[in-house]
């Protein structure tokens, strides 16, 4: 697997970053996660603008314009293209953090003059998709999280909570676990957005509740209107679970799987997630970047 460090091209191996980088001392920095769908990378706009606006949160500003990055992605893609040549897809992570702490300052200093971006593309398993086609089971996670709290809206390297989820997710036999905040409301899973399906609308929490503005979540919604579909952003509290005859997750490596039950609910249709699915992979093929054959 060959990684991208600042723009040079090295071994993931051997790739390495400073003792003394924020990320490593102090967890902070801002990453984004995706994957190519048949070869093709999806909503890279989107990804920047959003690992923009989670640098403003920390008060520094990235030296480089999206141009340069969009051209890194894609070159890192092209250098682990072999694995695209045997029919199986990428999965495309790019870390970013402020750089190294300056030794004279404060450890809440950050400047960023001088980040450290990483690229890394590795290959997903040939029947990821199949797998995710039986939809998910799903746990409500045993701590709730206060959604004052502004460290949820960004999507940070600061993953020690949902690690500590995720892994009491897999105890329980589950591939996921739901966030509820401190009132008592739905929010997201660990690393996916949640919608449910009440009456034949759409729901799902507003970022306001405490959880990431995911970039999958936010193309779900714009494909939903653009079917018709009637959508809600709106508080989820636990209760509707009564009502719901359906849910699904979204992320962009995912794109949608159906939940077939939430702790003792169960839910028997997903027609609605299976439809959005339909229309995610669709949407991938027709307005993806293709990277083999594309320019950067």
Same mark, same amino acid.
């Not at 790739?15 to 990453?31: E, I, K, P, Q, R």
């Not at 996670?141 to 709290?149: I, M, S």
């Given at each position: ?22 990320? *490593? ?8 996660? *995706? #994957? ?15 690992? +923009? ?17 969009? &051209?890194?992605?894609? /070159?890192? +893609? ?12 990428? %999965?495309? %992570?790019?870390?970013? !953090? ?10 809440? +200093? ?17 029947? *990821? ?27 940070? !390297? ?17 591939? @996921? ?12 899973? !660990? ?12 729901? !799902?929490?507003?970022? &306001? @509740? ?14 939903? #209107? ?13 209760? +509707?679970? @009564? ?35 339909? /229309? ?17």
């Amino acid at each position: 697997m060959i990684a991208c460090v600042n723009g040079n091209f090295v071994s993931a191996s051997e790739a390495c970053v400073s003792s003394f980088d924020f990320g *490593f001392l102090y967890g902070v920095g801002v990453f984004e996660t *995706f #994957r190519t769908w048949s070869g093709k990378l999806v909503a890279l706009e989107r990804h920047w603008e959003r690992l +923009v606006t989670s640098c403003q949160a920390l008060e520094w500003s990235l030296p480089f314009g999206k141009e340069t990055l969009i &051209e890194w992605i894609c /070159a890192t +893609v092209r250098a682990n293209g072999d694995t695209l040549q045997k029919g199986q897809d990428l %999965r495309v %992570r790019i870390t970013v !953090t402020p750089g190294c702490v300056e030794p004279e300052g404060g450890w809440w +200093v950050v400047g960023g003059d001088e980040p450290t971006v990483v690229i890394h593309a590795s290959a997903l398993p040939p029947d *990821f998709d199949r797998r995710n086609e039986n939809g998910w089971v799903a746990v409500i996670a045993p701590w709730r999280r206060p959604k004052e709290l502004p460290l949820w809206q960004f999507k940070t !390297t600061a993953y020690f909570a949902n690690i500590l989820a995720r892994q009491y997710a897999h105890r329980q036999g589950a591939h @996921e676990a739901i966030w509820l905040n401190t009132d008592g409301n739905l929010t997201e899973g !660990t690393a996916t957005n949640l919608f449910v399906v009440c009456d034949g609308v759409l729901w !799902t929490a507003p970022t &306001e @509740e405490g959880l990431l503005a995911g970039v999958a979540r936010s193309l779900v919604l714009d494909l939903a #209107r653009s079917l018709g579909l009637e959508v809600r952003v709106q508080p989820l509290p636990l209760r +509707v679970l @009564e009502d719901a005859e359906e849910a699904f997750l979204t992320n962009a490596v995912i794109g949608v799987v159906s939940l077939t039950q939430l702790e003792q609910k169960s839910f028997p249709s997903s027609l609605i997630g299976k439809q959005m699915r339909s /229309a995610w992979f669709a949407y991938a093929q027709r307005f993806g970047h293709a990277i083999l054959c594309a320019h950067s």
